[in-house]
């Protein structure tokens, strides 16, 4: 199970993205609401999930969760303290964690991302605390995989399906939605 978690103000195409590739691919992706279970993304869009977080438990059949940029989407993520001990859980039992866009700088504050390869939206970098900052548009290090933003959210959905499923799932999605 794999859990994508929404915050008022979150970048609609990062979360929508990854979930629709991830369930494409057969995985159980349960949206979580931080607050609510009606949450409206940065651009007006609202979402009703399938859970909120006071309800979504933290178990071992939990295999990565979701964390889409946008703002003030990041910030309300980052100041729940549920999915402060969600990331902590991921840590704890080596699950994979997902950011992309603004997202990484939660990951960042908390001193996750020492030495670790990651990309972040611009001008994030500086919150990205001991990490170091790949010239790429998605990045995997250990559990961490990170994407800079709205632009490469299929590409970041595709590198969470080739890490929840196979590379060649990954491939055959990516070849199923015309992605080149």
């Known amino acids: 199970m794999i859990y994508a978690f929404l915050a008022n103000g979150f970048e609609e195409t990062e979360a929508i993205a990854p979930i629709d590739l991830l369930r ?11 607050g609510d279970n009606i949450i409206t993304g940065s651009h007006g869009i609202p979402v009703v999930t399938d859970t909120i977080a006071q309800e979504a438990p933290l178990t071992d059949e939990l295999e990565m969760i979701i964390l889409p940029g946008g703002m003030p989407g ?24 997902g950011a992309i866009c603004a997202a990484p700088s939660i990951l960042g504050h908390k001193g996750l991302l020492n030495g670790k390869k ?28 990170t994407a800079r933003g709205a632009g490469v959210a299929v590409d970041f959905g595709l590198k969470l399906v080739e890490k929840a499923v196979s590379k060649a799932e990954s491939d055959r999605q990516r070849r199923a939605i015309l992605c080149d």
């Open 118 to 145: 990651v990309v972040c939206y611009e001008g994030f970098e500086t919150q990205l605390e001991g990490a170091v900052i790949a010239d790429t548009s998605v990045a995997e290090d250990g559990i961490f995989i």
């Open 24 to 34: 494409r691919s057969g995985k159980t992706v349960v949206t979580v609401g931080v």
């Open 74 to 97: 990041t910030l309300n993520l980052e100041k729940s303290d549920y999915i402060q001990a969600a990331i902590d859980y991921c840590v704890a039992n080596n699950k994979y964690i």
